[in-house]
């Protein structure tokens, strides 16, 4: 799997867009993009993802660049319980499914402030 | 209502000791997986299981044994627990024909003093 690569944190405003970036700069062209996020204390939780073009749902946007070698998603308006840290993950789609496995980086922890 | 459950939430045990934790998911998959969350919060995958058929094990020590008595349940069974083995386990699941949106279970978090 292509490796991915997250500035270790950062903060925004709440009510403000909250842009986290991702390098992966070795994806294939067969990989997606992943987005999960691990709010404190609890599981980690499916945000979003994508192959190439930009997707969107009720939770965020994934914007990927042209090339795909790196992609940001968007929280539109962050609240404080966007607070969590974000991993970024290029898979295969694998919908042979079962050998499909995440592997987790170190995400990048966001905090939103009053 | 819950998707993924596991029991107990916590767990504070001995070294040497026997012990499990449950997974259910009522969700209707057929893939179940099994993570550790070390202390530096590093989050690897151990197990997955598709109806009840083991399909990954990452080299985790035999003395974790996942048991998976049906497609909605994954327990995991851990002998002579070490000090080592103190983490938080989480418990996922997918659908083995859908991307890898996996839902995650609220955690297991294991203590061994």
């Known amino acids: 799997d292509a490796k991915t690569t997250q500035p270790p944190s950062m903060d925004c405003a709440e009510g403000r867009a909250a842009n986290l970036p991702c390098n992966h700069s070795?994806?294939?062209?067969?990989?997606?993009v992943y987005w999960y996020r691990q709010i404190h204390s609890q599981g980690p939780q499916y945000i979003i993802h994508?192959?190439?073009n930009n997707e969107t749902n009720e939770m965020a946007s994934l914007i990927i660049t042209e090339d795909r070698k790196s992609s940001t998603l968007i929280l539109p308006h962050a609240t404080l319980r966007d607070t969590a840290v974000y991993y970024c993950?290029?898979?295969?789609?694998?919908?042979?499914?079962?050998?499909?496995?995440?592997?987790f980086g170190k995400g990048i922890t966001l905090s939103v402030r009053p | 209502d819950t998707a993924v459950s596991q029991t107990p939430k916590y767990l504070v045990t001995q070294m040497g000791n026997d012990k499990s934790i449950k997974c259910e998911q009522n969700?209707?998959?057929?893939?179940m997986y099994w993570y550790k969350q070390d202390s530096k919060k590093f989050l690897k995958i151990m197990f997955s299981?598709?109806?009840?058929?083991?399909?990954i094990n990452e080299t985790v020590p035999n003395r974790f044994s996942p048991k998976s008595p049906d497609k909605a349940h994954l327990n995991l069974h851990i002998n002579s627990l070490e000090l080592g083995d103190s983490a938080v386990y989480f418990c996922?699941?997918?659908?083995?024909?859908?991307?890898?949106?996996?839902?995650f279970g609220p955690g297991t978090r294991l203590t061994v003093l």
């Open positions: 996922a699941s997918k659908l083995q024909s859908s991307y890898n949106e996996q839902f």
């Open positions: 070795t994806i294939s062209g067969n990989e997606y």
């Open positions: 994508g192959l190439k």
């Open positions: 993950i290029v898979r295969v789609a694998g919908r042979t499914g079962a050998n499909s496995k995440l592997t």
């Open positions: 969700l209707g998959h057929d893939t």
């Open positions: 299981y598709n109806n009840k058929e083991l399909i």
